[in-house]
């Protein structure tokens, strides 16, 4: 039985109801099905807990009057590079069939946990990315609003021999809506073929009465890169996951984040590598700041397996607290199986440099002023990282937005 | 070098710890946990009824714990069952709360500690020592000096005897409570032996104290109690070893240690443990700390089947101060879980944790550490360096640590490498003459020296000649 309740009109009919409408194959509405019947004996995902106290209280999440499964909505533009599909789900199911079939749940198993599963059976949003062999795309972007009071989306990225692309999907608060309490929830699967780069990044700025839950998983094929960027400012509480299964000799990924919380706001963000195959490369970086009573919940996970010879993996965690309200947790884990490693991680949770702040403030500059600056700074490891300008001055913008 | 190594081979270390002795006991329990046998030991060794109680409370609690299992990677426990285990065995000696003459214990007692270099120690470096065998201390001694100063180091049963005031005030109350975990709970159910240590204000105890546990019979458990009181500015060091010889059947040792470090006052506890490869040794030790007092927690854990243990301070007071230093040596079938866990629970407090671990032979350890710094606890500083030396693939080196920080004019660091041993390193001394063996080894002597540089100097020859046997099993 699991530890959460299930929404009011969730029901075979409901999933039924959703995928009829779509005109889905029969694979995907038994997938949906499977999904649905799975929730009963699901838990939620693993949060951590020490002795006394627990991370992040998914528990507290009241799933009957955040979901409404047949009332979804959404505004979502999607722009391509020549070349390429970028295709709403239902496109790429007609365009692509074998392309979706064999992509779907490839890397996020849908039965994987109470929350995934969800989304599995209920998702009516998301977008197919699809760069054949050889082919390198430019600036993919897709920006979605959300207009219901939840929504479920799932989004698949496929790269072939050799192609390359860069990627910004972005989340944020559309119409307003009658409600308390609104879920957005994405499942994001990328397959990195042979000799591949895929840079995706995610910018969710939702309304803070919003919870939201995303997972996203890679799977990293010989010589393939995958570079994930993930921006969280807004909603209520976030739970996000960013994953990348090396699985190819000399597979290689980044995972570069950044959030900044403000008042009541709660992010758990999480981000976690397993080196399963040669000489395999991982960075994590990931930059928070937090204000107010913002709270923050951060797990890295550096998995090396038994085969991964000759493996590096770097991960640095830095959280600035600008708030005495605020609260800021981190648990870098390293897992290591192959001594043939080159393996380290750090963390830091502090305030704003007082030296750095003192040689501003002699420089005649205000003293919120100079903090500020120093907190866009702060920021600039993640923003260098950023291939989509787009993107960059998006997460600039809101950056800045915060600080005034 | 060459010599040194000459040393140590006429020093068989393993047979100066593997060694067997015949079984005689005066007196010891059924296997197994009930009421019954706490009332046995209780009975037999003459408490006050609020002792008794309070171990009937702990076997109750011990009773509705469930056993550990949800810890990500944590050391199988599943054949930790204490319905085998032997909890209480009085050795076969007269006094009963030890001898003050090692002539006066009987001769394979007295011959296991000689073995085990423990007089000789005494003699040249100690306040004072404390040697248990099974579950009895059965020698106890310290130099006048500090009995005249007040010093009070005497076995932890005496003491509940002579000393009933300050060991109901201490002893599994405000520090390490019953039920804290299941096997805390299990220690105060059936406790025996260990020390109490007192140390009146502004005493400086100048030599350690040391204490010395051996377990002898197959399939016992030893559950022994360190309480230490140090007083406003006073200071002491304590030392524990611990040793089994092996066999087939698993042997558990859950040990107690509460310090109370007062103001200003200044407490190092240091371990070498190097329980047999039948061992399970899963330990609550833990330490408040008073304003501007300093606990330096110091271990080393050779030895043992699965160790999980995380020595503890609560930062209590403002400017109070914690320093871990750890080392972990995991062979082959061990399972060496370890760590630290800081509180800091007053402004101005500050913590170090220094761990190295070393797995080989499909050997595992791992780093659980938790850091965690109060709302107002303004000013504390944290710095955690976790390194790990890997000789193979078929071991394990985990490193788990958790921050948690609810302040935020704090300096919080925490940095982990691991990686394997250094074939340049290895070239180099090489090229200077030096065999594999004989490099690698040196090379694991230099990762160490941070935790050896600590010990008193028979410890750090004590340790550095257990990693080096260990060494020895792998690379000969």
């Not at chain 1, 700074?377 to 989509?388: A, K, R, S, Y």
């Not at chain 2, 296991?112 to 059965?138: C, H, M, R, W």
């Not at chain 2, 408040?288 to 699965?306: F, P, T, Y």
Request: with cysteine; proline share 4%.
């Amino acid at each position: 039985m699991s530890s959460a309740q299930l929404p009011a009109n969730l029901s075979e009919a409901t999933v039924r109801e959703i995928s009829e409408q779509r005109e889905e194959p029969e694979w995907l509405l038994e997938s949906r099905l499977d999904a649905l019947d799975a929730l009963e004996t699901l838990d939620l995902p693993d949060v951590i807990q020490t002795p006394g106290r627990r991370w992040t209280n998914l528990e507290a999440l009241d799933f009957e009057s955040l979901v409404d499964p047949l009332d979804q909505a959404d505004e979502t533009e999607r722009t391509a590079d020549e070349g390429i599909d970028v295709l709403t789900f239902t496109e790429a199911i007609e365009q692509h069939p074998d392309l979706v079939e064999s992509a779907f749940g490839s890397t996020i198993d849908p039965q994987e946990n109470y929350l995934t599963a969800l989304s599995a059976a209920l998702f009516t949003t998301g977008t197919v990315v699809y760069v054949p062999e050889g082919v390198d795309a430019e600036d993919v972007t897709i920006r979605a609003e959300m207009n219901s009071r939840s929504l479920f989306s799932h989004t698949l990225v496929v790269t072939e021999e050799s192609s390359s692309v860069t990627i910004l999907e972005s989340i944020e608060s559309g119409e307003s809506v009658d409600a308390d309490a609104r879920y957005f929830s994405n499942l994001v699967e990328i397959a990195a073929g042979e000799n591949s780069y895929v840079q995706y990044g995610s910018l969710q700025d939702l309304e803070e009465d919003t919870y939201s839950y995303t997972l996203k998983r890679a799977d990293v094929d010989t010589y393939a890169t995958v570079n994930w960027i993930e921006g969280n400012l807004g909603s209520r509480l976030t739970r996000s996951d960013v994953e990348s299964e090396l699985n190819g000799d000399s597979a290689e990924t980044k995972i570069v984040g950044a959030f900044f919380g403000h008042d009541e706001q709660h992010f758990d963000v999480n981000a976690r590598v397993w080196h399963k195959a040669e000489n395999t490369t991982a960075d994590l970086v990931t930059r928070g700041v937090l204000d107010d009573a913002a709270r923050s919940v951060y797990e890295g996970v550096q998995d090396v397996g038994r085969d991964a010879w000759n493996t590096s993996s770097y991960q640095r965690e830095n959280t600035l607290m600008l708030s005495d309200e605020s609260e800021a947790d981190a648990s870098p884990k390293l897992i290591i199986h192959n001594h043939d490693t080159e393996a380290s991680h750090s963390a830091t949770v502090g305030q704003v440099d007082q030296e750095d702040l003192f040689y501003m403030t002699s420089r005649a500059i205000d003293p919120l002023q100079a903090r500020n600056m120093l907190v866009e700074g702060f920021f600039v490891p993640v923003l260098d990282e950023i291939e989509v300008e787009e993107f960059r001055e998006d997460l600039e913008s809101l950056i800045a937005a915060r600080l005034r | 070098m060459s010599s040194e190594q000459d040393h140590l081979k006429e020093t068989d270390t393993e047979a100066r710890f593997d060694f067997k002795k015949e079984a005689a006991s005066a007196f010891e329990t059924e296997k197994g946990l009930t009421e019954e046998t706490v009332r046995v030991i209780s009975e037999d060794k003459d408490e006050p009824e609020w002792m008794l109680q309070r171990r009937l409370r702990a076997l109750e609690q011990f009773q509705e714990m469930p056993m550990p299992t949800d810890w990500p990677g944590q050391p199988d426990l599943s054949e930790v069952d204490v319905g085998e285990i032997v909890p209480y065995i009085r050795p076969d000696v007269d006094v009963r709360a030890g001898v003050d003459d090692w002539t006066e214990l009987p001769d394979e007692i007295k011959d296991t500690f000689d073995k085990l270099g423990i007089p000789e120690a005494e003699k040249n470096a100690l306040s004072g020592v404390g040697a248990q065998y099974e579950s009895e201390v059965v020698y106890q001694n310290m130099q006048e000096r500090w009995e005249e100063k007040g010093v009070i180091f005497m076995n932890m049963d005496k003491a509940v005897q002579e000393h009933p005031d300050i060991v109901r005030e201490h002893f599994m109350t405000k520090c390490v409570p019953p039920s804290d975990n299941k096997f805390a709970a299990l220690h105060g159910a059936v406790w025996s032996g260990g020390s109490f240590v007192y140390v009146p204000e502004g005493v400086t105890v100048e030599m350690p104290v040391q204490a010395y546990f051996r377990m002898n019979s197959e399939g016992m458990g030893q559950f022994e109690h360190t309480l230490i009181v140090a007083e406003e500015g006073s200071e002491v060091h304590y030392i524990e070893g611990c040793s089994a010889p092996k066999y087939s059947a698993f042997n558990l040792h859950s040990g107690g240690v509460e310090v109370f470090v007062g103001e200003d006052a200044h407490v190092q506890y240091s371990t070498v443990q190097n329980w047999s490869k039948n061992t399970y040794n899963l330990n609550t030790k833990r330490a408040l700390v008073e304003a501007g007092g300093r606990m330096e927690w110091i271990s080393g854990s050779m030895g043992s089947k699965a160790t999980m243990l995380y020595p503890a301070s609560i930062l209590k007071g403002r400017g109070a101060s914690d320093n871990h230093i750890t080392i972990a040596f995991a062979g082959e079938g061990q399972n060496i879980d370890t760590g630290a866990k800081v509180y800091h629970n007053a402004p101005n407090t500050k913590s170090t944790i220094e761990s190295k671990s070393i797995s080989k032979d499909g050997g595992r350890t791992n780093y659980r550490g938790l850091v965690h710094i109060a709302d107002g606890a303004e000013n504390s500083s944290t710095a955690v360096e976790c390194d790990a030396l890997m000789f193979d693939n078929e071991s394990t080196s985990d490193t788990m640590p958790y921050m948690e920080i609810n302040e935020s004019k704090v300096d919080v660091a925490h940095e982990a490498t691991v990686g394997k041993i250094g074939d340049e390193d290895i070239f180099y001394l090489q090229s200077r003459g030096l065999d594999d063996d004989d490099a690698k080894q040196m090379i694991v002597s230099g990762f160490i020296e941070p935790i050896t540089e600590e010990l008193p100097i028979e410890y750090a020859v004590e340790l550095n000649r257990l990693v080096e046997l260990e060494m020895e099993g792998s690379l000969g």
